[in-house]
């Protein structure tokens, strides 16, 4: 933490993403499992952040899931300040990996590219209707956007066990962006799944 207040316990965080949603964590300590939970954590909140309001940005080395730095220490010009920490050079010989399936780096890359084409949605113009949504469940978020023809709505499940959520409000027909029917009546996300489902009017 840096810039703790103790009287509002308002602080912020130091870190790459991909080191504080566990990849660096996973990586050191071989656990396949936890490894493939971290990249899903990782690509909820880059979902999640793409689907809100506003303009989306990525940190030098989100979009190849770069881990922290931690030879700030080392340099004492740098040393005592923790961010740092996420403030390391870019690392191209990672960078390189992220053509090789199999590998965190392309796991993120294709995952990043496929909500940067979410984005060239008519959904996501400059000035289309968007809210939040009650899921009727709190580890859930959900997002709303309405264009001319049709709504999406973004489901993210911030929780590490699988969660249900209802969408009664929602009406027309409902479905995955692969084109498969959804019940908003009765849908269930895998831990820490994002999901996104459009409704054509």
Same mark, same amino acid.
């Given at each position: 933490?840096?810039?703790? @207040? ?8 130091? $870190? ?18 936890? =490894? ?8 909820? =909140? ?5 689907? %809100?309001? *506003? ?8 979009? %190849? #899931? ?7 220490? @080392? ?17 191209? @010989?990672?960078?390189?990996?992220? *053509? ?6 392309? #796991? /993120?890359?294709? $995952? ?7 984005? #060239? ?10 809210? &939040? ?9 959900? =997002? %709303?956007? +309405? ?11 911030? &929780?590490?066990? +699988? +969660?249900? #959520?209802?969408?009664?409000? %929602? +009406?027309?027909? /409902?479905?995955?962006?692969? $084109? ?22």
């Amino acid at each position: 933490m840096y810039n703790y @207040d103790p009287v509002t316990r308002d602080a912020r965080s130091c $870190g790459t993403t991909a080191s504080l949603c566990g990849v660096e964590r996973a990586l050191e300590q071989g656990d396949g499992a936890a =490894l493939k939970t971290a990249v899903r954590r990782d690509l909820l =909140l880059h979902g999640a952040m793409m689907f %809100i309001q *506003g303009f989306p940005m990525l940190n030098s080395g989100d979009e %190849i #899931a770069q881990l922290n730095g931690w030879d700030y220490h @080392d340099d004492p010009d740098l040393a005592e300040d923790s961010r740092n920490l996420h403030r390391s050079a870019f690392d191209w @010989d990672k960078a390189a990996l992220r *053509g090789r399936p199999g590998t965190v780096q392309n #796991a /993120v890359w294709r $995952g990043l590219a496929d909500l940067r084409a979410l984005r #060239a949605d008519p959904c996501f113009a400059p000035g289309t209707w968007f809210s &939040t949504w009650d899921t009727h469940d709190d580890g859930v978020l959900g =997002l %709303i956007r +309405r264009g001319e023809n049709r709504t999406l709505v973004g489901l993210f499940n911030f &929780t590490g066990e +699988r +969660r249900h #959520a209802r969408l009664e409000a %929602i +009406r027309g027909a /409902v479905h995955d962006l692969d $084109g498969a029917p959804a019940n908003v009546s009765d849908l269930w996300l895998h831990p820490y799944e994002q999901r996104v489902l459009v409704c054509e009017r």
